[in-house]
């Protein structure tokens, strides 16, 4: 009674007071901002939108790794900010159609092919190598930079190789076949040096304007099959020079109209003072450091614009061109200031300003392209825009270097796309560039490439691994397991990796932090399945079927996976129009039982080629079709579909161990049979004969062929007697076992 007048007395039970839990700092986006040199946090303009500009490549020749360097890293960060992220990227890039490299390329593969063409005689081929290596020397002579001196060196000796033997050929009067491989020799060897002498001597005379325009469009077409087979997404806008030549144009009328550039001789040249003495502007915002670099300055201006009456025109030496007067022998269009071209720098502000406006989030290029191109760009934009925000956040990829060089096309110093990709695979090439940030030099070595092999390797056989456990047969009940203190652990692991994850990701997206987190979780996952294994326990299905997929939907961001496969890379290739892994493994799995079954009889009714037959299965014939059984003393047959190539390799590493092995073995039983001959050739010497050889020490022997006396006919110290008698004694003991021997048959 007094309990229930208590409760009335407290009148109507209540909820009580709940606050919510503090809960921990979320962590947020930041990247290395080339503007400040640091890493910022990274704040769209509008929303989740971000808009993003990326300098595409000046289309002349093949592309190679160097190009590849820039367009995976900046597919890794546009992928993870869209898919991992989830901001609307809008990606735009251009491709550089109309400019220097590609006018003077193009003049020159038109002027050498019909020169080849005209299949000139022997002696005047000489002749005219003997002309074009005297402008060649010229050209090498004015050369300072150390890199492109010896290339050209380099160009200069091959000539010289193959100068000699058609001289010596045509003077010998040798038949008409050698002289002709000569000649092709030269011809070949000699292409840059008669190419530019042909250019100084004709160029100008080259007129028709489709001569430029079918090497870019070329080029351009194998640059995107090589994006398309690294696996690089395409841009949402491309945008090509040779369209945008009116927009070009009225954009340097507006930088003209509000006062920041001037027309000079046909040309029209930005003015850097009259920008940078504006209160709201500044001149080069990434590398002010290298105002004043006339060597840098020269080559944003291209190689047929440095000439001294085209330097002669500006009114400051760090001026550059928005348009060009065009010269004979170079493509034009008109313009308000008569014909010509647009400048470099220019056509990236006219095109990502009429596709993004007059501010972008992103702009992205390589490290070398900071100054003066970008910081050209950005004058001009900001002088176009009268603002000071055109670019929000400028990021720069780090160079590519072959064995410490840096890899340069103007310096035929490259690995084409197409050639690395013979080597390896495009997955194995993003992941090394994975493991390694996206803003440092790489350095594309074997080393580098083996790291990234070994790293796919790792990851693949825990996919496999994780695959197996999940095709064991269990009922639907059965899928979900009590968890122990293993299972707890792992999966405390487990969210500590991603929590890692994410920090790394929000550090500037620091993909080998990542990396290594990820393979720390495997080694994790792997170390929980092989004591669960040990102790002949399942391991928890759903758990590793959730580390597993949450793996592979990572590297799904990273673009290292392209299929919709939910755990581990694809099998078959992507063109597959089925999945190969669902379709076989039932089969696969039939015929490991049934061949462990007869096993299982053959090695109780000991047919031993019953046995040799089923590792024959196992290790020849099954990884021609890509599938590897791997056996396991007291537990299933592990069943795995594998990369032909892969197995095919590892057969051979094998095997290549296997002979090793048997080449050790052999050579350790030959050592061991020498040494028995030797032994046994000593056992065979009486004692009283085993020192009478030795004249170079000895030179009197008593009765027993013993020795008393040294060669200068000195008696013997009691001390080397001593030695000796040990040894005389050790000789008899084995010359009687080899009597024995003798005696019981055993000696040869």
Known sequence: MAAAAAEQGKGKRLQPPWSPPEGTKHSRLCLYNSLTRNKEIFQPQNGKKVLWYCCGPTVYDASHMGHARSYISFDILRRILRDYFKYDVFYCMNITDIDDKIIKRAR????????RENKLAPDQLLEDVKAASELFSVKLNETTDTDKKQMLERIQNAVKSAF????????????????????????????????????TKFGSQVTDNSIFSKLPKFWEGEFHKDMEALNVLPPDVLTRVSEYVPEIVDFVKKIVDNGYGYVSNGSVYFDTVKFDSNEKHSYAKLVPEAVGDQKALQEGEGDLSISPDSLSEKHSPNDFALWKSSKPGEPSWDSPWGKGRPGWHI?????????????????GGGFDLRFPHHDNELAQSEAYFENDHWVRYFLHTGHLTIAGCKMSKSLKNFITIKDALKKHTARQLRLAFLMHSWKDTLDYSNN???????????MNEFFLNVKDILRAPTDVTGQFQKWENQEAELN?????????IHEALCDNIDTRSVLEEMRSLVSQSNSYIAAKK????????????????????MLKVFGAIESDDAIGFPVGGSSQNINIESTVMPYLQVLSEFREGVRQIAREKKVTEVLQ??????????????????DHEGLPTVVKLVDKDTLLKEREEKKKIEEEKKRKKEEAARKKQQQEAAKLEKMKIPPHEMFK???DKYSIFDENGFPTHDTEGKELSKGQIKKLKKLYETQEKLYKEYLQMVQNGIAN
């Open 492 to 500: 405390r692991n487990f969210y500590d990796k991603k929590a890692a």
């Open 613 to 630: 037959l089923s590792d024959a299965l196992r290790d020849d014939i099954l990884p021609e079709l890509g599938v590897r059984f791997e």
């Open 347 to 363: 056509e990236c502000s006219a095109m990502a300003g009429s596709i993004l406006g007059q501010s972008m989030d992103i702009h």
């Open 164 to 199: 000699g033997p058609l001289q010596e050929a045509v003077q010998a009067k040798l038949p008409e076949e050698e002289i002709n491989s000569c000649h092709e020799r030269l011809l070949e060897e000699a292409k840059d040096l008669l190419s530019d002498w042909l250019d």
């Open 448 to 458: 580098t490439m083996e790291s990234a092999i070994q790293y796919e390797k790792f």
């Open 108 to 115: 020159q593969n038109y002027l050498f092919e019909r020169y």
């Open 693 to 695: 050889s030795e004249h």
């Open 534 to 553: 040990s102790s002949r326990q399942m391991p928890n299905r759903l758990l590793l079927e959730n580390i597993s997929s949450y793996l592979t939907q």
